[in-house]
């Protein structure tokens, strides 16, 4: 193992809404161009780590960091610009813009400045951004679309909008939230090649994801969740057999006895 | 062209660049009912520059339109904190605070009016219109216009995407004032007169419903809605006293059946289909 530092460290990071601490003492560390999964049943506080990487939610103690800088006071809008992009569980398109502006609004990350703001994306077709986002829907495609609006498209492809949209930030992290949720075989199938292809050009990947057979098929490390704590943070396969983790998921042994003989 | 004619077509192109100021905000999300505060600062200030300093009416209507985005972009502060229904108050009570100002201004005439000195020719008005159409539609084809959808339709996504949500409402807000100050001003000049009870909430709400009646998803809305709400009382002059009330029935229709304004982007695209040659069926490359 070579001594590598981590692209994204959380140092005992915790969250509390009201009385309810709903991030506890978070810590783990991801490596460059690594695949991880954040998993855990629901309300363990997987979406919630999500937003407080992303500033949705800022911590109420501990440290992000990224690439060794302290990131914890950076706010939201200027975390995609240093490299940590995201896709929602729910999915957040803009509904009145196509799918091709919808795109473009990626490319913000790095070029929302008052003099880009007059880039003509939409007044020439030859537009070097607008080319820019055009291939890229290409190449992830879903070319034929680029002129549909969002609302009306199927689910998996809005899906894989999105995606398109957060790798047109360049991000160098990507957080995926439940990225396979609601999809068909064949639409996981395409979903998971164009997260192979990502890999391949050396983006970390973070996963929040229930599909067992997706995460063991493509992560190579899992941290697990329950409660706003970790507990656990092993292989994939390593973590369908630890008992801590089986018991988050389904109770303990105990218990299900119990279950069993009432 | 009668004198009837040309008076109605100069309060069309009028209109229109009224209804452009309260659409910029509106496209990234604000209602502001203030906008006829700043369509009566941008008409006296250029009246003023006319009368004091023999200003020609285009350098004046220029210079009140700057004047009126700076003080626009320093009420923005403040206002744009609020959101939702509390910006709409808020914009409303900047406008009132507006009109009772000049109300108390007895160097621009107080509660009596300010007659404007110099006279701006109606070929003018229109041509300065067709200007701001043109400038407005450009800028709605840059990054900024796409940004601007973008913040009004998702704030928490925008902002994650790297965009300044305070920063593009404020450019909005700044850029629709100094539009709605610039169509203040052209009417100073053309009717040669200006009275701070003509700006009041009434005339932010008119200006207000041009947006919502058009549409406020695409850069054609408030031109049709400017041109219906000019044109249709003009048309319906025959029914007389009852004009109001028809025409009051028909915004209620409108609201009820097409809350979304008469001009959509959906609407837009199913036009240019229709008109656009079939050479490229599998559409991008």
């Given at each position: 193992m070579t001594m590598a530092s981590p692209i994204l460290e959380l140092e005992g990071v915790s969250k509390n809404f009201g009385g309810l601490k709903?991030?506890?003492?978070l810590s783990f560390k991801v490596m460059p161009a690594e695949r991880v999964a954040l998993i855990g049943p629901n309300g363990a506080g997987k979406t919630t780590a999500f937003n407080l990487i992303t500033d949705l939610y800022r911590v109420d103690s501990g440290r992000i960091v990224l690439d060794g800088r302290d990131?914890?006071?950076?706010?939201s809008r200027k975390r995609i610009g240093l490299g940590i992009a995201r896709s929602f569980q729910n999915i957040r398109l803009m509904?009145?813009?196509?799918v091709l502006e919808n795109v473009m609004?990626?490319?913000?990350?790095h070029n929302a400045s008052a003099l880009a703001m007059f880039q003509p994306v939409n007044l020439f077709p030859g537009n070097r951004w607008r080319v820019h986002a055009r291939e890229a829907l290409g190449a992830a495609g879903?070319?034929?679309?680029?002129?549909?609006?969002?609302?009306?498209?199927p689910y998996g492809i809005q899906k894989r909008i999105e995606l398109v949209r957060a790798l047109l930030s360049e991000p160098r992290i990507l957080l995926l939230d439940?990225?396979?949720?609601?999809?068909n075989p064949s639409e996981t199938e395409e979903l998971r090649q164009q997260l192979n292809e990502t890999s391949r050009r050396g983006v970390t990947l973070i996963v929040v994801e229930h599909d067992m057979h997706f995460i063991g098929a493509f992560c190579q490390r899992v941290v697990v969740l329950n409660f706003g704590c970790k507990i656990a943070e092993c292989s994939p396969h390593e973590a369908q057999a630890d008992p801590l983790v089986r018991e988050a998921y389904l109770g303990s042994d105990e218990e299900l006895g119990q279950t069993h003989a009432a | 062209m009668t004198g009837y004619l040309e008076g109605v077509f100069v309060l069309l192109a009028i209109n229109i660049i009224l209804a452009y100021g309260a659409f910029l905000p509106m496209a990234a999300g604000q209602l502001n009912l203030g906008v006829a505060g700043f369509v009566a600062m941008g008409a006296y200030i250029a009246a003023y520059l006319s009368n004091?300093?023999?200003?020609?009416p285009l350098a004046a209507a220029l210079a009140a339109s700057i004047a009126t985005a700076a003080i626009a972009f320093v009420v923005a502060f403040p206002i744009l904190r609020t959101r939702g229904i509390y910006l709409a108050l808020a914009t409303f009570a900047l406008g009132q605070v507006v009109q009772a100002t000049i109300l108390n201004l007895n160097v621009v005439g107080g509660a009596s009016g300010y007659p404007v000195s110099t006279f701006l020719g109606g070929g003018m008005v229109g041509a300065v219109a067709l200007a701001v159409v043109i400038v407005v539609i450009a800028l709605f084809h840059t990054r900024l216009g796409i940004s601007l959808t973008a913040v009004s339709d998702d704030e928490i996504a925008a902002d994650m995407m790297g965009l300044s949500v305070r920063w593009l409402q404020t450019v909005a807000f700044t850029l629709g004032s100094a539009v709605a100050a610039l169509g203040g001003a052209l009417y100073a000049h053309h009717f040669s007169f200006v009275e701070a009870?003509?700006?009041?909430i009434m005339a932010s709400l008119y200006i207000v419903l041009y947006v919502l009646l058009g549409g406020t998803?695409?850069?054609?809305g408030p031109i049709l809605g400017a041109a219906v709400f000019t044109l249709l009382p003009e048309l319906l002059r025959g029914s007389a006293s009852w004009r109001y009330v028809i025409f009051a029935c028909l915004i209620i229709a409108v609201m009820v059946f097409r809350p979304q304004g008469v001009v959509t982007t959906g609407m837009l695209r199913r036009l240019l289909d229709v008109c656009r040659p079939r050479a490229l069926p599998q559409g991008g490359k």
């Open positions: 709903v991030i506890d003492n990131i914890t006071t950076v706010p509904p009145h813009l196509t609004i990626g490319q913000s990350a879903l070319g034929q679309y680029a002129l549909e609006t969002t609302g009306a498209l439940e990225p396979a949720a609601g999809l | 004091e300093y023999a200003w020609t009870q003509n700006f009041g998803q695409t850069v054609w």
